[in-house]
């Protein structure tokens, strides 16, 4: 009975889609939505055409006998207990020649369902299982990421200058992650790429960076209110680590299991080495606004290391400079730790 309700349903879907000319798709577990096998609309639509031929031609045959009920005149109650014998008997008669048929649901639904997974009408076992082991490969792919992070300065000397009149910090990032999962089970990837950081150092107090006639940095306090004090520092990163996801193994039939790699909970802890694109020194007082693209004794050269929660496409993050913000003598032993939140573009 079960088996004849789904039968009834698919027919009824596939008849309406057919006699009405507009086009059917059906929605699976999928990466994106796929479209009905062409093999699977063939013999649905055949299958339709078949009943509905069955049901036409019993109709007519009810009506002819109904018209004649007709004519007997008949009381209500005796011509409404020959109307249902009729209809029941042709209701019979349709059934039976419908199970006539021999219409392969299982079968039918079988073809459709690796269809789905495939998009094709795979022919033979060997075949369905080459095609599943090419879809659900390991994943190998370069995607894009957004970032961003509040950063603060740290070191392990008494505050200086720099520590007692910073203010607000940032890094904004954005970049290319290459993503290298070990095998198609594996819960470890390599994960590389190629970044573009932005990083702004904020000074509040009025305070400002200069230099000396010796290129020596240091702050000092404006003749007037300043609404922007900044040193922004550009810089090409690229980081090298490695992944973890806890993702369950999921099977995709023929013996075939794959680890979803970009869906789930995920753990990622990288290194990274940069180089010093520019640096912009921006001040905006009471004699407008001044950028000064020069030499503020930036390091050059950053590196450090980066732990990264994430959940599908969205992740947390702390990152932390080995390197000194500054070099040489310059606010001596400030590094850079930022904590962030990023945004995967899989």
Same mark, same amino acid.
């Given at each position: 009975?079960?088996?004849?309700?789904?039968?009834?349903?698919?027919?009824?879907?596939?008849?309406?889609?057919?006699?009405?000319?507009?086009?059917?798709?059906?929605?699976?577990?999928?990466?994106?939505?796929?479209?009905?096998?062409?093999?699977?609309?063939?013999?649905?639509?055949?299958?339709?055409?078949?009943?509905?031929?069955?049901?036409?031609?019993?109709?007519?045959? +009810?009506?002819?006998?109904?018209? /004649?009920?007709?004519?007997?005149? #008949? @009381? *209500?109650?005796?011509? %409404?207990?020959? $109307?249902?014998?009729?209809?029941?008997?042709?209701?019979?008669?349709?059934?039976?020649?419908?199970?006539?048929?021999?219409?392969?649901?299982?079968?039918?639904?079988?073809?459709?369902?690796?269809?789905?997974?495939?998009?094709?009408?795979?022919?033979?076992?060997?075949?369905?299982?080459?095609?599943?082991?090419?879809?659900?490969?390991?994943?190998?792919?370069?995607?894009?990421?957004?970032?961003?992070?509040?950063?603060?300065?740290?070191?392990?000397?008494?505050?200086?200058?720099?520590?007692?009149?910073?203010?607000?910090?940032?890094?904004?990032?954005?970049?290319?992650?290459?993503?290298?999962?070990?095998?198609?089970?594996?819960?470890?990837?390599?994960?590389?790429?190629?970044?573009?950081?932005?990083?702004?150092?904020?000074?509040?107090?009025? +305070?400002?960076?200069?230099?000396? /006639?010796?290129?020596?940095?240091? #702050? @000092? *306090?404006?003749?007037? %209110?300043?609404? $922007?004090?900044?040193?922004?520092?550009?810089?090409?990163?690229?980081?090298?680590?490695?992944?973890?996801?806890?993702?369950?193994?999921?099977?995709?039939?023929?013996?075939?299991?794959?680890?979803?790699?970009?869906?789930?909970?995920?753990?990622?802890?990288?290194?990274?080495?940069?180089?010093?694109?520019?640096?912009?020194?921006?001040?905006?007082?009471?004699?407008?606004?001044?950028?000064?693209?020069?030499?503020?004794?930036?390091?050059?050269?950053?590196?450090?290391?980066?732990?990264?929660?994430?959940?599908?496409?969205?992740?947390?993050?702390?990152?932390?400079?080995?390197?000194?913000?500054?070099?040489?003598?310059?606010?001596?032993?400030?590094?850079?730790?930022?904590?962030?939140?990023?945004?995967?573009?899989?």
């Amino acid at each position: 009975m079960i088996k004849k309700f789904v039968m009834m349903g698919l027919v009824c879907l596939f008849s309406s889609s057919f006699y009405g000319q507009k086009g059917l798709n059906i929605n699976l577990a999928s990466k994106k939505d796929t479209e009905v096998s062409p093999i699977v609309k063939d013999k649905i639509e055949e299958y339709a055409t078949q009943i509905n031929a069955i049901i036409q031609e019993e109709k007519k045959l +009810m009506e002819t006998e109904l018209l /004649a009920l007709q004519t007997k005149n #008949l @009381e *209500k109650g005796e011509f %409404d207990k020959e $109307k249902a014998q009729i209809a029941d008997r042709y209701s019979e008669k349709i059934d039976k020649r419908i199970e006539e048929l021999g219409f392969d649901l299982d079968g039918v639904i079988q073809k459709q369902v690796r269809y789905s997974l495939l998009n094709t009408d795979a022919a033979s076992k060997e075949e369905l299982k080459e095609k599943l082991l090419k879809k659900f490969r390991p994943a190998r792919s370069i995607t894009g990421y957004f970032s961003y992070g509040i950063m603060t300065l740290t070191n392990d000397l008494s505050d200086n200058a720099l520590d007692k009149n910073i203010g607000y910090s940032n890094n904004l990032e954005f970049g290319l992650k290459l993503n290298y999962q070990l095998s198609r089970t594996s819960p470890w990837a390599i994960t590389s790429g190629l970044g573009f950081s932005w990083r702004t150092v904020r000074l509040d107090n009025n +305070m400002f960076f200069t230099k000396n /006639a010796n290129n020596e940095v240091y #702050l @000092e *306090k404006a003749g007037g %209110d300043l609404s $922007k004090s900044k040193l922004r520092t550009g810089y090409i990163i690229v980081p090298l680590g490695v992944q973890y996801n806890f993702s369950k193994l999921k099977n995709a039939g023929m013996d075939v299991q794959y680890r979803r790699f970009y869906n789930g909970f995920k753990i990622g802890a990288n290194v990274y080495g940069g180089a010093r694109m520019s640096t912009n020194n921006i001040i905006d007082g009471n004699d407008g606004e001044l950028r000064n693209r020069e030499n503020y004794q930036v390091n050059p050269y950053i590196y450090g290391a980066q732990l990264t929660f994430s959940y599908n496409s969205i992740s947390v993050f702390v990152k932390k400079d080995f390197s000194n913000f500054f070099k040489d003598s310059a606010f001596k032993n400030d590094k850079a730790l930022i904590f962030g939140i990023a945004i995967g573009l899989e």
